[in-house]
């Protein structure tokens, strides 16, 4: 084997080190994070499924930054299958924002990129369409994260019964405290298919 192959298979064998080095994640939690520190991630959950539970890990030394994880569930059986899905409205690092999935979708995965001038990442929502079903019994759901980071470390955000989904969210931005505090938009899906645009 010449020394080109050699150097050739060595800088494909660093690329994919790197890449499984970041998915999948360990920090000292035992959790799986989809992120690590300051590093943008795009997380899709399976074709089919939605997202159900999201968990976050604070850290002031690292940036005032987030680790990650997302949990997915399959949509129930008589929806079939997504007949479309989308990246929606995406937020600016540092302000306020409010996006809920058009086009009575659900949310079906995130992407995240961090910005270090603010401290602050930007967010965006993939969103999936089952067969025009359409969204109602709006409810918001606080991820508990008391007075913001407070370095309290690990939150959860579970959907709390069965039947409801994750349409959006609301989210502040601290300038003081340098993180976010959310709020998920969840709702339930009608058993018809449903002509109109937004119900």
Same mark, same amino acid.
């Given at each position: ?49 939605? /997202? $159900? @539970? ?10 005032? =930054? %987030?680790? *990650?994880? !997302?949990? +997915?569930? #399959? ?30 979708? /659900? $949310? @079906? ?10 401290? =602050? %990442?930007? *967010?965006? !929502?993939? +969103?999936? #369409? ?70």
């Amino acid at each position: 084997m010449s020394s080109a192959h050699v150097l050739q298979a060595l800088c494909l064998l660093m690329v994919f080190s790197t890449a499984s080095a970041q998915h999948g994640y360990m920090q000292d939690t035992g959790e799986e994070w989809v992120n690590t520190w300051r590093q943008g991630f795009n997380f899709q959950c399976p074709h089919g499924e939605v /997202l $159900v @539970a999201i968990r976050s890990y604070f850290s002031e030394k690292e940036g005032s =930054d %987030r680790l *990650w994880n !997302f949990e +997915c569930q #399959r949509t129930p059986y008589d929806w079939g299958e997504p007949n479309e899905c989308w990246w929606d409205d995406i937020s600016r690092a540092g302000l306020e924002w409010s996006s809920v999935c058009t086009n009575n979708g /659900l $949310v @079906a995965g995130v992407q995240s990129k961090y910005f270090e001038a603010v401290l =602050d %990442r930007e *967010w965006q !929502f993939y +969103c999936c #369409r089952y067969a025009r079903r359409c969204p109602y019994s709006f409810t918001k759901q606080p991820l508990y994260i008391p007075s913001y980071s407070q370095i309290l470390g690990l939150c959860t955000n579970d959907v709390p019964d069965y039947g409801y989904f994750i349409r959006g969210a609301q989210t502040t931005f601290s300038g003081v405290l340098r993180d976010r505090q959310w709020k998920y938009i969840l709702c339930r899906m009608t058993d018809f298919d449903c002509p109109f645009e937004n119900f």
